[in-house]
């Protein structure tokens, strides 16, 4: 398998049929832009088809997993029909391209995670995260709908009432309280995350590789059972780049200050 094409992933081949990735755009802390997007959504589809990779494992290159979206990304498509389709149907292909992976991929949380980079953290089969690592679903932040991830695995990993607190309050979580309710497979201190990802997927490579795809392919059914609320959710996540809220988030977080969002604001002559 050729990865040449892609720019901003890494490829390192180890032992064992054990493949690891690095999201490598260290200087905005792996933030995703347009491109990035685009490999994160498809990569799983090469690595699908790789003879020689049994297990893929993700990380983040420097402090950073991946601390969301560029803004510039998110101005580029408001109100843009076509640019909000395009995400959609990437934003939509990143979940079910690693859910249809027939091979086990772990993430190695070794840093913050927000966005189409949560997405893949949490969409992995095993997690592994750094306790002092932060985590947020920053849609509403944004002014936006959680679509991307959160609607499908948010509820089937912590439980509806914990999934409705973060997903609607968009609070950070550290890797402690990730691991306490349920959202990640492990915890472990930062400078044992990608050995202790590297560990276990060596393992799963030494494995039975027909049982472990065929295991991983029947878990996911209660994924695919998900996917009509993954794709409303979706949905409405791109309707939102229609409204003013969004452009109030960005500009907000742009001079890093709270939102004061349109809709709550009193209609005029009110």
């Not at 494992?57 to 498509?77: H, N, P, R, W, Y």
């Not at 393992?203 to 059972?225: C, D, E, I, M, Y």
Request: hydrophobic share 45%; aromatic share 8%.
């Amino acid at each position: 398998m050729d990865y040449s094409e892609y720019r901003h992933l890494l490829f390192e081949r180890r032992e064992n049929g054990v493949l690891l990735i690095t999201i490598n755009r260290p200087d905005v802390y792996n933030a995703t832009d347009e491109r990035l997007h685009w490999e994160l959504a498809n990569v799983w589809l090469d690595v699908g088809k790789d003879d020689e990779t049994r297990v893929a494992v993700i990380t983040g290159a420097g402090k950073a997993f991946s601390a969301g979206g560029d803004l510039a990304m998110v101005e580029g498509q408001l109100g843009d029909f076509k640019a909000i389709r395009g995400i959609f149907e990437e934003a939509s292909d990143l979940v079910y391209n690693i859910v249809d992976c027939p091979k086990p991929v772990i993430s190695a949380i070794n840093g913050v995670a927000v966005g189409a980079g949560l997405a893949v953290a949490l969409m992995a089969d095993i997690s592994i995260i750094a306790e002092d690592a932060k985590l947020t679903d920053g849609h509403l932040r944004l002014g936006v709908g959680a679509g991307d991830h959160a609607a499908i695995i948010w509820p089937l990993l912590c439980g509806m009432a914990k999934a409705k607190y973060y997903l609607l309050t968009a609070e950070f979580i550290d890797g402690r309280e990730a691991e306490r309710i349920g959202l990640v497979s492990r915890c472990v201190p930062r400078d044992e995350v990608v050995d202790t990802a590297l560990r276990v997927a060596d393992g799963l490579g030494r494995g039975p590789q027909a049982a472990l795809r065929w295991t991983k392919r029947s878990l996911n059914n209660w994924l695919r059972q998900a996917s009509p609320i993954f794709d409303a959710s979706l949905a409405l996540e791109m309707l939102s780049f229609f409204d003013d809220d969004v452009v109030e988030g960005v500009t907000a977080i742009r001079q890093k200050r709270p939102p004061v969002f349109p809709s709550t604001q009193p209609a005029p002559g009110a």
